[in-house]
């Protein structure tokens, strides 16, 4: 089963890395992302890697404050048309069957990826399964992504990366010291997004640490995200963390740039902080 057509592949060329858009894929009939295999899926992982919860959340959401759905993983999955649920099964490449599905479909997409911004690295996978009408809070990632939409319909409604009215620098530091993924909203935000109506056979580009937030539609919905880090992406994760220390001293530093920028400063000196601290045995203080 061919992931991308050579059109796919040319519009996602288009987009690449810096762009959200819509790119088509054939995946919405794979076997691996039914319902019933999915419920396979969740009972093999760890349970650590089971997120789930109710899925009627407002945009903006304190991750501390999100409401259980009282139901087992299973349970949940197999009634997701009527519990009013949404759910992650997180790090799927950890099962042998999944990693090669996820390997096999990112393996589509090197030719655009490899000239632009070098090896995809760390890939990882991500199967969201939603009821009707649930939302997935504001949020942002550090990976580059594209959620293949396999079942059912939804909106996913994507910001600027790098706007620093929405998401300020010290939120980037914070989230790279091992904090949450999702972001304060505020109803003055909600006209610089751009909505993409999804349906199967529709993926979406979202760049790295762009902020997006998703309803889903009037039936179930499965989503399965492909993500890769690329050189670039450690570099601007590493940069925060040195913009972090610089700020701990009282300074102001300048955010990372976005790409084509590489941050390889900041990225270098902070990564020989850590590697000093490591063999000393000292600790991060945040």
């Known amino acids: 089963m061919t992931a991308f057509t050579p059109d796919a592949l040319e519009r996602f060329r288009t987009l690449y890395p810096e762009q959200p858009g819509i790119v088509r894929h054939g995946m919405a009939d794979h076997p691996l992302l039914k319902l019933e295999a999915l419920v396979e899926l969740a009972q093999r992982m760890r349970p650590v890697d089971v997120e789930y919860n109710r899925g009627d959340l407002p945009i903006g ?137 999804l349906e199967p056979g529709d993926g979406i580009y979202v760049p790295v640490k762009a902020p997006h937030w998703v309803r889903n539609g009037d039936e179930p919905s499965i989503s399965f995200s492909i993500t890769w880090r690329s050189e670039w992406s450690f570099h601007e994760e590493y940069a925060h963390g040195f913009n972090h220390l610089l700020r701990r001293a009282g300074l102001t530093p300048a955010p990372p740039g976005r790409f084509p920028a590489r941050n390889r400063f900041k990225s270098t000196a902070y990564r020989a902080i850590e590697k000093a601290r490591s063999i000393t045995g000292g600790s991060r203080r945040d």
């Open 61 to 197: 959401v304190d991750p501390d404050a999100t409401p259980a759905n009282g139901l087992g993983i299973a349970e949940t999955i197999r009634s997701i048309e009527e519990c009013g649920s949404w759910m992650v099964l997180k790090f799927v490449e950890q099962d042998p069957v999944y990693r090669a599905l996820l390997a096999e479909t990112l393996a589509g997409l090197e030719p655009a990826v490899d000239p632009v911004t070098g090896a995809m690295l760390k890939q990882e996978g991500f199967i969201f399964i939603s009821s009707p009408g649930a939302i997935t809070p504001f949020h942002f990632d550090p990976e580059h992504n594209i959620l293949l939409q396999i079942r059912g319909r939804k909106v996913m409604t994507v910001f600027p990366a790098g706007d620093e009215e929405i998401a300020g620098a010290e939120l980037h530091e914070k989230f790279h010291r091992g904090g949450h993924r999702n972001l304060p909203w505020s109803e003055t935000f909600a006209a610089r997004g751009t909505p993409f109506a």
